[in-house]
């Protein structure tokens, strides 16, 4: 079977090794039709698959997929083989306290698909925990499928956010997650949604993903300081820079919340610490997503979020990793979402094929 190894920074190759044929008791042996490429992935790509200690490499990526089950171990469910399913690519050690406590998202233990030293979804076959996996159903399309884990994310985020009815919120940061992000909170009844972000197109994507508003940072802030509360309620960060944080501090209004969700390259956030205390602004980090996977599921089944798939924007075979790579590096060609096709025949199932089931 073919593998995607980062070997080095800014090196990544397709190699040639032996699949494995079995699954372990509890697991599920899968082979991955699209996976998509995510901003950390991008980061690794930069700077190599970093681990506490140092880099180690070759390292195989990908944490976001849609998969057919080929396989199950001893215990597991076996209507589960020949199914497409999303799984969840956090596997908690259900044994510590937090995973005691119920908060398996935040294990200390955590196994997560993708990051070192596991291997991730790149790679035409692996195993992952079955209990883990979900099954995903006809109606939804493989390239809506492939976004089910950032749309799990974007429902933890608006979760933690916590949005009163009509209330006002930014997003700061329109890649993928930071549109699914608008999309999920116009669901929850937020009133105006902010899209922010320095570049234009994807300034353009919120508008068509649930903002009803969209602005680089400094003309976002000169909208709302005109407001009567001089602000919008909940600010959100999902940048993944370091400017995000700023941003979200200075165009939330006093008294309002910031949440914090990007993960900045250079692991620094910057934000005027008096304009935060002067407003006595509530921050939280968000990190992970708790169990909200089956509801994303749920949330694209109803077929509410019907232009997901847009999100879409390239595809490529896997022989083409290395421009896939390329392309996220660049930010060329209006790209949103890159997915790889890892099978020689990627689809697995025409789009008529799909139009007579439904
Ligand atoms: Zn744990």
Known sequence: MKVVQLTSPEKVEVRDI????????????LEPILVG??????????????????????????????????????????????????ANPLAPCLKC????????????????????????????????????CIPVPDSIRDEEAVLLIP??????????????LMASVAVIGCGSLGLLLAEVLRKTGA????????????????FRHGATRAYDPISAMDA?????????DIAIDVSNASEGSRSAVQIVRTGGRVLIAGIPEDNRIL???????????????????????????????????????????????LDQIAEAYRL??????EVIKVVIEMQAKPASQEPAEIEAKV
């Open 191 to 206: 009133g105006e949604i902010l899209a922010v972000d320095l570049i234009a197109y994807r300034r353009d994507a919120g």
């Open 224 to 232: 709302v300081s005109r407001w009567p509360r001089r602000g919008v």
């Open 271 to 317: 934000f005027n610490a008096r304009d935060a205390r002067h407003k006595e602004l509530t921050i939280q980090f968000v990190r992970r997503p708790h169990d909200t996977l089956a509801r994303a599921v749920q949330l694209l089944q109803s077929g509410s979020l019907r232009r997901i798939g847009e999100l879409v924007t390239h595809r490529f075979p």
């Open 18 to 29: 032996p699949a494995r044929r079995e699954a372990e008791p509890g697991e599920a042996l």
């Open 151 to 164: 749309l799990s994310m974007a429902i933890h985020i608006a979760d933690q956010a916590n949005v009163p």
């Open 37 to 86: 490429l995510t901003g950390t992935d991008a980061m690794r790509y930069r700077k190599g698959a970093p681990t506490k200690d140092g880099f180690r490499s070759p390292h195989v990526p990908g944490a976001e997929f849609v998969a057919r089950v080929l396989r199950v171990g001893r215990g597991v469910d076996p209507t589960l083989v020949g199914k497409r399913i999303v």
């Open 97 to 132: 306290t937090w995973c005691f406590e119920g908060n398996h998202h935040l294990c200390p233990n955590m196994r997560v698909l993708g990051t070192p030293p596991v291997a991730g979804a790149l790679q035409q076959v692996f195993a992952w925990p079955a209990n883990l």
């Open 328 to 333: 996220l590096r660049t930010m060329n060609e």
